[in-house]
């Protein structure tokens, strides 16, 4: 994982443990960091893989938590959909030998080609019509700079041996026969795991039963009901506890959820994850709340430890390095956005890591508090804008073996699309119609898979607003506005022009876009108005009744921005005789005010964008302000005085 941001970690008020900010997010982290050394393969798959549609996976398997070696069948019960299939495909990497392949009970003949299986059935199998194809194979997956779909290592820090899987988005078919093609979810999964009676394996849906077998082994029987995609179906193997609550949500049928944790069994390992554990309730019942029942609600959610470098969001049993507020938060929010509703191509991954990371913020908005969410969206931003181009959607022809780490691209596809949802959620202006929005979505595409033209026409229809504009500039357009902000205000107007440039003109010369800009008036009060940019130079009026002392703009970062200067265009002075100077001036500035009595003196430096870099206090007529450490520029000196009160505009040089 790579560090950076903030080099601490964060504590809330109940002392649960936030993640570091990193660039690269803990979620991606563990998807990319084993793909960079693969050897460049574009994705070509038969036509075959869509004659037919899966309807159950049974993965009956011997596994062992220290090694990859693997033993077992694989059962695929499909349908027909084609006019007749005499031929039936699927997906396994020619490392992995197959020891026979019985379909409809009859053992059949097969050729591979480039990870790929090639099945002739005994008899066609004509349209609508089910057919069972039972793989059985063993093998170890290549491991070391050749990418494995699963993983075995020893934890050092728990002393324990941990193997687990991890397909996203290419790699189911490196362990387990399969069709990976995101819009066939199966209907429902059945994975079987035997292993050495020591350990406990972690899977998808229920445990429904453990059966002890000769040579002290045991098998772990989980089935689940629930449509579910290839690369979300799991297994993790260790010497585990299984710590076990319930979460009770609100939302939806009212009974309690189970949230199954496999913990290395250890007395340290649960003391230290306790609270995080504990906390998975609290966000379980929020995400209720907010996006609709979990939707596995009738089986569990659950995490198992394994050494990750992050998180997966295995469907009901997510698979996880370490257990921590954010990370919890952002894996346990795919349930809804990645599981539930699924990206229907890589392509739009944002419709499983923008929402699930935009979740991560609602976590803290809703559960942390202060500070965390204005931390989050300060660092946010700045990593979003420290490049100036790349969009959130990923290019067709981007998505390859080879190019995982475009997918998922830390600052486009996870950090940029959730700031995406927080501008939108701006945009509506009204927080019980955008949670609606989400909620309709999961509603509309529950168990299913979904594009970004799903989402934007589930927005449009709910909201009753045209995003198809917003989503050219911010989806598949590239890079952000910068802003160069001047001021006046006359009597009761004020005028506001706003001068809009871009990261990338070439691709995006302009976004149409609310601004919030916040007035600090010279009674100590405030109020917020919105510039509804519409083009590159706007101009703006707004009837006021109080004199303004400065301007923010979008204080609270609702919106992805750039700004370059905030000047107001006219000094404002409300007495007679104080002066400034030298201007321009490169090391102090003088302040003379003469009508000054007893009281004291406030002298305040405002930057472009209106925030206060320097601050003091004197009873005397007239002040020396150092200015020597600050950038050159245009600044505001501020003076509130006992009959005085002036803004005065001043240039910094070298």
């Known amino acids: 994982m790579i560090f950076g941001f903030i080099l601490i970690i964060f504590t809330d008020a109940d002392g649960q443990f936030l993640d570091q900010m990193n660039p690269e997010h803990f979620c991606a982290s563990a998807k990319i960091s084993k793909y960079y050394d693969k050897s460049p393969d574009s994705i070509i798959q038969s036509p075959l893989l869509h004659k037919y549609d899966v309807g159950f996976y049974f993965l009956d398997l011997n596994v062992e938590n220290n090694s990859v070696g693997l033993s077992g069948n694989v059962l695929i019960r499909a349908t027909v959909t084609a006019d007749v299939l005499d031929t039936m495909a699927f997906e396994l990497i020619d490392e992995m030998p197959i020891d026979s392949i019985v379909l409809n009970g009859v053992n059949s003949a097969y050729l591979r080609n480039n990870d790929e299986v090639f099945v002739i059935l005994p008899q066609p199998v004509e ?83 453990i059966v002890s077998l000769p040579d002290n082994k045991v098998r772990y029987e989980w089935k689940s009901a629930y449509p579910i995609d290839y690369y979300l179906i799991s297994i993790s193997v260790a010497d585990y506890l299984d710590y076990s609550i319930y979460a009770f949500p609100a939302e939806g049928s009212g009974d309690s959820v189970l949230i199954q944790n496999f913990i290395y069994d250890t007395p340290e390992c649960l003391t230290y994850y306790k609270q995080s554990i504990d906390g998975t309730k609290d966000i379980l019942e929020l995400f209720s709340d907010i996006f609709g029942e979990y939707p596995f609600h009738q089986e569990k959610y659950g995490h198992c430890l394994a050494g990750l470098s992050g998180g997966m969001e295995h469907q009901t049993m997510t698979t996880l390095g370490y257990l921590q507020f954010d990370i919890v938060a952002h894996e346990l929010a795919h349930s809804w956005f990645g599981d539930n509703v699924t990206c229907s191509k890589w392509s739009d991954i944002w419709i499983n890591e923008g929402f699930a990371t935009y979740s991560d913020f609602l976590a803290l908005e809703m559960i942390a508090g202060d500070p965390w969410p204005d931390v989050w969206k300060n660092n946010v931003h700045n990593f979003v804008i420290s490049e100036p181009g790349g969009s959130i959607y990923v290019p067709e022809e981007e998505v390859t073996y080879e190019n995982v780490e475009r997918i998922f691209d830390s600052r486009l596809s996870y950090y940029k699309g959730a700031l995406m949802l927080h501008m939108i959620r701006f945009e509506i202006q009204n927080d019980e119609l955008f949670f609606q929005v989400l909620k309709n979505f999961q509603i509309e595409y529950a168990d299913s898979t979904a594009s970004a033209t799903d989402f934007l026409n589930m927005l449009n229809q709910t909201s009753g607003m045209d995003f198809g504009g917003f989503f050219q500039q911010w989806y598949y357009g590239e890079g952000y506005p910068i802003f160069a902000i001047t001021w006046k205000q006359d009597d009761s107007i004020l005028q506001v022009g706003s001068v809009q440039t871009t990261s990338k003109p070439e691709i995006t010369p302009l976004f149409k876009m609310k601004l919030p800009c916040k007035l600090f008036f010279s009674d100590g009060s405030d109020t917020t108005v919105i510039l509804n940019q519409q083009t590159n130079n706007g101009q703006f009026s707004f009837l006021l009744n109080k004199t303004i002392d400065s301007i923010q703009v979008d204080p609270d970062k609702w919106v992805l921005k750039k700004i370059e200067s905030i000047i107001g265009i006219q000094e404002i002075s409300h007495s007679h005789g104080i002066v400034l100077f030298p201007n321009p001036a490169n090391q102090v500035i003088n302040l003379y005010f003469p009508s000054n009595g007893i009281k004291s003196t406030l002298v305040e430096i405002f930057d472009h964008t209106g925030k206060v870099i320097l601050k003091e206090e004197t009873l005397e007529n007239r002040s020396i302000v150092d200015i020597s450490r600050l950038p050159t520029g245009i600044y505001l000196a501020r003076i509130t005085g006992q009959n005085e009160k002036a803004v005065l505009k001043f240039i910094k040089q070298k």
């Open 127 to 209: 349209w609508n019509e089910i057919f069972d194809c039972r793989i059985f194979y063993h093998g170890s997956p290549p491991t070391g700079e050749f990418f494995s779909g699963i993983s075995t290592e020893f934890d050092s820090t728990w002393q324990k041996n941990v193997t687990w899987t991890l397909s996203e988005p290419f790699n189911a078919r490196q362990w387990w026969p399969t069709k990976q093609v995101l819009t066939d979810k199966a209907d429902s999964s059945w994975v079987f795991i035997t292993t050495s009676a020591e350990n406990k394996a972690g899977s998808n849906g229920i445990l429904m039963n």
